[in-house]
Nanobody, 125 residues
Framework: QVQVVESGGGLVQAGGSLRLSCAAS????????VAWFRQAPGKEREFVAA???????TYYAESVKGRFTISRVNAETVDLQMNSLEPGDPAVYYC???????????????????WGRGTQVTVSS
């Protein structure tokens, strides 16, 4: 069983940066595919970024490509560096993990077994 905990959310000005961290407990993340999703009020939870366990390949939603970077810090931690934050970015950000180490359907939330409780990101204009 894997427990997932997010941290690093907060308030930042538009154009600023935040770094979110996703930590695993129970076992290591090293072979898991790990992703970030986000959900704004009244909207569906949407895919943000993923990193595979097999090759470390990364995938991004078009809306964040070039601004966000997902990285595997160590066997227990995956970070999401968010730069140039925009008014469309505020949401609760969730970390998710799955034992499938490949990229298959990496952007689909129903393929992930383990979820954190989320961390709030707020962007002021």
């Amino acid at each position: 069983q894997v427990q997932v905990v997010e941290s690093g959310g907060g308030l930042v000005q538009a154009g600023g940066s935040l770094r979110l961290s996703c930590a695993a407990s129970g076992r290591t993340f090293s072979t898991y595919t790990v992703a970030w999703f986000r959900q704004a009020p009244g909207k569906e939870r949407e895919f943000v970024a993923a990193i595979t366990g097999s090759s470390g390949r990364t995938y991004y939603a078009e809306s964040v490509k070039g601004r966000f970077t997902i990285s595997r810090v160590n066997a227990e931690t995956v970070d999401l560096q968010m730069n140039s934050l925009e008014p469309g970015d505020p949401a609760v950000y969730y970390c998710a993990a799955r034992a499938n180490s490949t990229s298959t359907f990496a952007s689909l939330r129903y393929t992930y077994n383990y979820w954190g409780r989320g961390t709030q990101v707020t962007v002021s204009s």
